[in-house]
């Protein structure tokens, strides 16, 4: 695509910006982004093996990405408004890229575990504004929703390079699995110079919400990672959970009487809306669990090294790369009830398989096994998210999607912390693993089984709003 100057949308500054510069920067913070969720699990031996700790550090070092990723998605979208997509967006990539060489260079476990904090904190920033940058370099909507597919190949790629990436890097060091994000944030920086300014506007921020939003989902979190480490009757587990209900309650309260409230409580009125967040939740459980559980599984109780458990997940990385298109396709001809329901269903089987087999079974059956847990999500996921942002009118799809999306990194991040939480003590392990596999199984049953009472119209069935020429919000990794 070569770099001819465009207009950009109205919603920029009149400078002239080239619209191949936004949908590579786009696509390339999205990539890292997606890349530096899972591509940290297969090289958690080796990170305790250099800096010690136990399963719960572990546990922090994938969870306070995940976490900060989720909590602050939710009101991103004010700052963006504020100082502008496009500056927005740098301020996320500069963050991104300076924790990914903090967590690099990292001495310590905390200093790990803070650092991808922070590093969660600017994926949150880039994810959202990297679709708006896209939405104002292309005023045409047809290419416009070919940006945006083109976007979602950057996830894609991620994905399936993941794990396998972890192993190879942490062959020379884990940190690399760190240090890869550098040339390409560099990259990304530099394109911005080719990007039209965006216009900012004052919008109203819902502190008392979004502070109570990140507390309750770190104390809840934390309660399952110690409740794992100490016991369920340690007074610091008890205290978290306090903690959590009292700021979920002021949340709610929040939302109900703001002016300005950052999830307007109607929208958790909508059965649509509601099952989508669950599926979207979920999926996140299975998927993220299943890569947590077998990346230490096929290292600490079966030997492997940490790329030949990256190529464990190939199978079912690679081809859920390759089912994710079809998904549109399946619910055009059946209805989007299909593609929910029976992704999530496949899901499920795939879960309770993994649970019942033998522990000695040979390394390559196992990654046979987790092909439907790799294959159920996108099928139902890309029908679950343009499902949802077309249920709801288009004042609201921004935050509909945060909602959604939040919901999913809160979903991968619980399951790491209730499932690590099983397997902590590794004269246990197997039946911990077993246990988590079959939590997450009934999680992805139940949404599967909801997905059935969607409500489907002709018009979110064909994935189409008249109200809104957005196309739909693709979801976060």
């Known amino acids: 695509m070569s770099l001819s100057p465009a207009t950009p949308d109205g919603a920029t500054t009149g400078r002239r910006g080239h619209p191949a510069a936004s949908l590579a920067a786009a696509l390339l913070g999205f990539f890292v982004i997606t890349l ?3 591509v940290v699990n297969v090289a958690l031996p080796a990170i305790r093996t250099d800096l010690g700790g136990g399963m719960s550090g572990l546990q922090w070092v994938v969870d306070g990405y ?17 100082i502008g997509a496009r500056r927005a967006f740098g301020l996320g990539l500069v963050v991104f890229v300076a924790a990914s060489a903090a967590c690099g260079l990292a001495a310590g476990l ?11 904190a600017g994926a949150a920033l880039m994810m959202p504004t990297s679709l708006a940058l896209i939405r104002e370099a292309y005023t045409d909507t ?22 396998v990436a972890g192993g190879a890097a942490s062959l020379i060091s884990w940190r690399m699995i760190f240090f890869i994000n550098l040339p390409v944030g560099i990259v990304a920086l ?3 110079a080719f990007i039209a300014r965006s216009s900012s506007r004052k919008v109203p921020f819902d502190l008392v919400g979004q502070v109570t939003a990140v507390v309750a989902m770190a104390a809840l979190t934390f309660a399952a990672i110690e409740a794992g480490a100490q016991g369920f009757a340690a007074p610091q587990v008890w205290a978290a959970v306090v903690l959590m209900l009292m700021s979920a309650a002021v949340f709610v309260r929040a939302q109900a009487r703001g002016a300005h409230p950052m999830v307007p409580l109607r929208l958790l009125r909508e059965r649509t809306v509601v099952i989508s967040c669950g599926a979207g939740f979920a999926f996140m459980a299975g998927l993220y669990g299943a890569v947590f559980l077998f990346s230490i599984y096929l290292q600490q109780q079966r030997g492997l090294s940490a790329l030949a458990t990256g190529l464990a997940f190939v199978p079912m990385t690679v081809l859920s790369a390759f089912i994710n298109p079809l998904s549109a396709r399946v619910a055009e001809r059946f209805g989007a009830r299909v593609p929910i329901s029976f992704g999530m269903f496949l899901m499920s089987a795939g879960l309770v ?53 939040t919901s999913r990194q809160l979903g991968g ?5 209730v499932f690590g939480a099983l397997i902590a003590d590794r004269g246990h392990f197997i039946p911990g693993l077993r246990t988590s596999l079959i939590i997450a199984a009934l999680a992805t049953l139940t949404a599967a089984t909801a997905a059935l009472y969607l409500r489907i119209t002709p018009t979110l069935a064909s994935g189409t709003d008249a109200t809104d020429e957005q196309p739909p919000a693709a979801h976060a990794p």
């Open 36 to 38: 530096d969720a899972l």
């Open 66 to 82: 995940t976490l900060a990723f989720a909590a602050l998605l939710l009101s991103v979208g004010s700052l963006s408004d504020r």
């Open 110 to 120: 905390p200093v790990l575990v803070g650092s991808r904090l922070v590093q969660g």
């Open 142 to 163: 047809a290419k416009r929703a070919r940006a945006v597919a083109l976007w979602a190949v950057g996830g894609a790629v991620a994905s399936a390079a993941g794990p």
């Open 190 to 192: 530099a394109l911005l």
């Open 353 to 405: 398989l993994l649970a019942v087999v033998p522990a000695g079974l040979p390394v390559w059956t196992l990654a046979l096994l987790l092909l439907p847990v790799g294959l159920g999500g996108p099928l139902a996921m890309p029908t679950t998210t343009a499902l949802l942002v077309n249920s709801v009118r288009a004042q609201h799809t921004g935050t509909a999607s945060g909602i959604f999306n």
């Open 413 to 417: 991040a619980l399951a790491v912390a």
